[in-house]
């Protein structure tokens, strides 16, 4: 059993904070696409690198169709989606991406899959913030900045929209600070982060 393999099992175990915890998640990211869009999030959604499937759990609880896919039964560097082009409403990537060691793969994969206009979430840690710890998880393998992560976007052609501290239910406030001092600010206020939130979408043709 490898290392990646060793990793799913124990993070697919579901926990009694679950169903609460992706709720949550859930609300911050619906918040964000009122606040920037002035529309609710919808439709279809891959929830890649799934897990505990907690956040398909809850997708489906509110009537949302969730496709959870992770490792070992998908290998996110070499397989491909069961999904028809252009059929995905928005994809998330939670605390995922930083365990990708080639990511050009499955980014081509999800700008194939999701429609134009689709949404693709990313949470994960800020090296700028805590590059102390990033490699204290043993499957961590590539870090990002928040400019990292624009560029790397960017580069795959989505538009970026949001790209903030990774605060989870909090008030907008703090993402409106400047720069200069919200990613600290975020770091130390009571249940605050070092981790980033970045929202991109498909250009449509």
Do not use: C
């Amino acid at each position: 059993m490898d290392l990646k393999e060793l990793y799913s099992i124990n993070h697919s175990k579901v926990t009694d904070g679950t169903l609460y915890l992706n709720k949550r998640l859930f609300s911050t990211y619906n918040r964000i696409i009122t606040k920037v869009l002035n529309k609710n999030i919808s439709g279809i959604n891959i929830d890649l690198g799934s897990g505990d499937r907690g956040f398909t759990d809850y997708l489906h609880k509110i009537g949302i169709e969730s496709f959870p896919y992770d490792y070992p039964s998908f290998d996110i560097e070499k397989d491909i989606f069961n999904h028809r082009d252009n059929s995905i409403d928005f994809v998330t990537l939670n605390a995922v991406i930083e365990h990708i060691q080639k990511p050009e793969h499955i980014f081509l994969e999800i700008k194939r899959v999701l429609k134009f206009n689709g949404l693709i979430f990313i949470r994960t840690p800020n090296w700028q913030m805590d590059f102390k710890n990033f490699y204290n998880d043993p499957t961590h393998i590539k870090p990002y900045s928040p400019q990292t992560l624009k560029n790397f976007l960017t580069l795959f052609d989505f538009e970026v929209i949001f790209l903030e501290p990774g605060l989870i239910e909090k008030a907008w406030f703090w993402w409106s600070l400047p720069n200069s001092v919200k990613w600290k600010f975020a770091s130390i206020i009571k249940g605050g982060t070092k981790s980033i939130i970045a929202v991109a979408r498909k250009k449509d043709k």
